[in-house]
């Protein structure tokens, strides 16, 4: 219905098309009755639940339920959702703890002090697996999602700065931000809302789609409040090389005096990177690091933080939001405590092994080949046509990176059916239920088009086969469109026009 909206008003032709329109004004849900149900309210019968107004009446509960329930069934499955890099399963216990906590607000810490507790011991919990060092307070806040935590980590990096070029006496009025120009929307968000230039650094299949060093010691400036470094690229997976780009912050700092923070955007590597045998391409990555933002309470400007007295004592407040859910937080703790180190660790390397299977089964095809390289022996980053499949034991053998597949139509199949799109593999994958995300590389590399999955699936064979348009065949699809064969080589994928950022 929502494509159809846009040329027709549903709800008007609902009500000019339904049995006895003049009756709808008598509508009866006015009662709560026990024969009421769903399938005898909306559109169906003389009662109306209106959709965009609150209704004058109201509806039984189990009614209301059930309406909702079905309306819902039109999204995809999560576990499904290949698309977004978050796992969605959780275990029945953290879901009970979710829904027993579900009416605590975080934001009232006296009264609720055991979830208070909880959250710091949360806190405590991460900087000790992200490396804080001895004599050093690491911060942190529970954030709702990674946007706040980057809008954090930026507004710490922009006042820092500042608050130093106020006590210089010079110019503060063009801050600037260096990231990829494959950044998370969210970053450039940042840039936008708390106007800061963004400096989108081009990356390439040279750079093995990082942030380029390189580029990074030539776009920084005394105008440079700091450097977002993502772990764990969005499109491929890739973690960008933190140690480095510290370094050549360092080599700057000591050349000119001027010292350029780094906040290390980890929403997808930081809880996969401390676990994994790659950790993160074996250089260091996180707190351990001088400048990486949130190491010590020194890097937050005191005019960022809130105190806010309770009865029961002072809170140090450093949040975008006031209110926000704390049963998430509750169930946080609940996995670190039951899964433990070995847990995760466990979970992190199956989910990279399942990863290099189908990344393995994706090329032995010869339909695909992979821009990810966590299949690969370590130091090698390029699919090499005929070459056998590379085979270690942990990941500590592999490439670091997320265990995504970022993945496209190999350059023989294109040569042998250009007719055949690969939006298609996406649509067919649609039809079985998989999202799976396809559009084009970030600017510089965006003529490579790309489908990408992110693996925590099982291995089971049905998985692996939905990969494999081969039985009905894609060529097949294509010519059952109805394309005209002159019109073929002509077609344009829907996304090769246009901004599209990536949003997961
Ligand atoms: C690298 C990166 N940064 C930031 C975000 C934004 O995270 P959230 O949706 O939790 O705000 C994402 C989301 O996938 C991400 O992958």
Redesign the pocket.
């Known amino acids: 219905m929502a494509g159809l909206a846009r040329h027709v008003d549903p709800d008007g032709l609902m009500k000019k098309l339904s049995d006895s329109p003049g009756q709808r004004h008598r509508a009866c849900t006015n009662q709560a009755i026990s024969h009421s149900t769903p399938y005898s309210s909306r559109y169906a019968s003389a009662s109306e639940l209106s959709k965009f107004r609150i209704p004058h009446d109201g509806a039984p509960a189990e009614a209301v339920h059930q309406l909702v329930k079905d309306e819902l069934d039109l999204d995809g499955s999560p576990n499904l959702n290949l698309s977004?890099?978050?796992g969605t399963y959780m275990e029945h216990e953290a879901e009970q703890l979710l829904m027993e906590n579900i009416s605590k607000n975080m934001a009232d810490a006296d009264e609720y002090p055991a979830m208070t507790n909880i959250h710091a011991r949360c806190i405590s919990i991460l900087v000790h697996l992200w490396g804080v060092q001895k004599g050093e307070t690491a911060i942190g806040s529970d954030t709702?999602?990674?946007?706040?935590a980057?809008h954090l980590g930026g507004l710490a990096m922009k006042r820092r700065w500042q608050e130093k070029r106020d006590a210089e006496g010079k110019d503060k009025s063009k801050p600037n931000i260096i990231m990829g120009a494959n950044a998370?929307v969210?970053?450039e968000k940042f840039a936008r809302y708390f106007e800061v230039e963004a400096r989108l650094l081009p990356v390439s299949a040279e750079s093995h789609y990082q942030l380029d060093p390189d580029l990074v010691r030539d776009k920084i400036d005394k105008n440079t409040i700091g450097v977002f470094v993502?772990l764990?690229?969005?499109y491929t997976g890739h973690f960008k090389p933190v140690e480095e780009i510290s370094k050549i912050l360092d080599a700057y700092e000591k050349r000119t005096g001027v010292d350029i923070p780094i906040h290390v955007?980890a929403?997808?590597g930081g809880f996969i990177a401390p676990f994994t045998h790659a950790k993160a391409g074996g250089s260091k990555w996180n707190i351990e690091l001088p400048r990486i933002i949130w190491r010590d309470e020194s890097y937050l400007p005191k005019h960022l933080i809130f105190e806010l007295h309770y009865p029961g004592g002072t809170e140090q407040s450093y949040t975008l939001n006031f209110s926000r859910p704390g049963a998430h937080v509750i169930a946080q703790y609940f996995n670190l405590i039951h899964l433990g180190f070995t847990g995760y660790r466990i979970i992190m390397e199956n989910a990279l092994a399942n990863a290099r299977l189908l990344s393995r089964s994706l090329e032995t095809t010869g339909w695909y080949e992979c821009i990810s390289d966590i299949h690969r022996k370590k130091g090698d980053h390029n699919y090499v046509k005929g070459r056998e499949q590379y085979e270690g034991s942990t990941s500590a053998d592999y490439n670091a990176a997320l265990p995504v597949v970022t993945f496209y139509l190999s350059k023989d199949f294109r040569r042998k059916c250009p007719h055949v799109k690969q939006v298609s593999i996406n649509n067919l994958l649609r039809a079985r239920q998989y999202i799976v995300p396809s559009y084009a590389l970030p600017p510089n590399e965006d003529k490579t088009e790309i489908l990408r999955d992110e693996t925590v699936m099982d291995t089971d064979l049905t998985d692996i086969l939905a990969w494999q348009p081969g039985t009905v065949s894609i060529e097949k699809e294509q010519a059952s469109a109805g394309e005209q064969h002159k019109n073929r080589h002509k077609t344009k994928h829907p996304m090769s026009k246009g901004i599209h950022r990536s949003?997961?």
């Open positions: 977004s890099f978050v709702t999602g990674s946007l706040e980057v998370q969210t970053l993502i764990g690229f969005t955007d929403a997808s949003v997961y």
